[in-house]
């Protein structure tokens, strides 16, 4: 069965208009990320379907750009009575956070979300010294974690002595420039307010003390980004109670929408240079589609272009008699295009 007929079905089934939001989670440069240039596709799509009572958005993503979600919310309302979030499977950080902006979210026993906390990388961050073009990330979480050890594990309550504690931290190797701390910061305050919003822009509001308590657990009592919350443990622990559990029509439906586009972008397939290219060939051009956004009436896909050539490389090797320089074949590989494509249907 075809993305189309599947996505038709659930738009029968659910009574709604389907959008679909896939991105993929292979490891780059065939991966991808909740990005701002959605946000005129969507536009496109949401004018071509007009406002409708109820739109419904398949989603699938590990995240990405946390600018996003509230602009593309705010977006699809202007154009459904109810919106709800369909996930398949996973929906983390930014895609959480999309979610979260939704009057309904539907999980299925494979659905997951996760924490929102970010990590932010701007010229303030310290140099990578594997790669000195390149910034460490520093996650939020971390340097909260950090003074939190300092006074409530340690119990270091002195002032004098939290200040030597931050220097340390600010001078340690590789520096930590201050106005990367107030960045991470800022952009912690900001998670916050945007969460809020999200959760307050629903069809019946939520109650503030229900919002801080999700904002809270989603942004700081969780610990890892890598912590994935199913739908019991969201609904009854968190206390999201748009969450609603998919039947199992509706979650093999879910499931076979999702596996076609698993196929079609190879999601489960290891990205190696070595396999691409292939035993026999010198040189060879693939083509990727590593992002969706679908509706019955258009698709659009973010299509990655990349050249692989094998060449030889000298590689340094270590003898008695002293370094060696060895002939090595090597894959090399070069992205030559990308952007997003549209299919009328």
């Not at 060939?281 to 590593?290: G, I, L, M, P, R």
Request: aromatic content about 8%; charged content about 25%; glycine content about 4%.
């Amino acid at each position: 069965m075809n993305k189309t007929s599947l996505i038709q079905q659930i738009e029968s089934f659910r009574n709604s208009k389907i959008i679909t939001y896939i991105t993929s989670d292979r490891k780059p440069p065939v991966g991808a990320k909740i990005a701002m240039d959605v946000i005129p596709i969507f536009s496109k799509q949401l004018r071509s379907i007009g406002k409708v009572p109820q739109i419904d958005l398949f989603l699938y993503s590990t995240g990405g750009d946390t600018m996003v979600p509230w602009r593309l919310v705010s977006m699809i309302r202007e154009y459904c009575d109810k919106f709800s979030v369909l996930i398949p499977y996973k929906a983390h950080s930014a895609a959480t956070m999309i979610a979260l902006g939704a009057d309904e979210i539907v999980m299925t026993d494979l659905s997951e979300l996760s924490p929102i906390d970010p990590s932010t990388a701007n010229v303030f961050n310290p140099q990578d010294p594997r790669n000195p073009q390149a910034r460490i990330p520093i996650s939020v979480e971390d340097v909260m974690a950090y003074f939190d050890l300092a006074k409530n594990k340690i119990g270091i309550k002195d002032e004098k002595e939290l200040t030597e504690i931050f220097k340390k931290f600010v001078e340690s190797t590789p520096q930590i420039h201050p106005l990367a701390l107030g960045n991470v910061n800022r952009v912690h305050n900001l998670i916050r307010i945007l969460a809020r919003r999200l959760l307050k822009s629903h069809k019946n509001p939520m109650l503030d003390e229900e919002i801080n308590k999700i904002v809270d657990y989603l942004t700081e009592k969780l610990y890892s980004h890598q912590y994935f919350i199913g739908r019991k443990e969201a609904k009854e622990d968190l206390g999201i109670k748009t969450i609603t559990y998919a039947d199992d029509h509706l979650s093999n439906l879910m499931s076979q929408l999702l596996e076609e586009y698993k196929k079609e972008m190879e999601l489960d397939k290891i990205w190696n240079p070595e396999i691409e290219i292939g035993e026999n060939q010198a040189y060879t051009k693939k083509s990727y589609k590593v992002a969706f956004i679908e509706s019955t009436n258009q698709t659009n896909y973010f299509e990655q272009v990349i050249e692989f050539k094998k060449g030889q490389v000298t590689v340094t090797q270590q003898t008695p008699q002293g370094p060696i320089q060895i002939p090595q074949e090597k894959v090399m590989w070069r992205v030559i295009g990308q952007g997003w494509k549209k299919v009328e249907k």
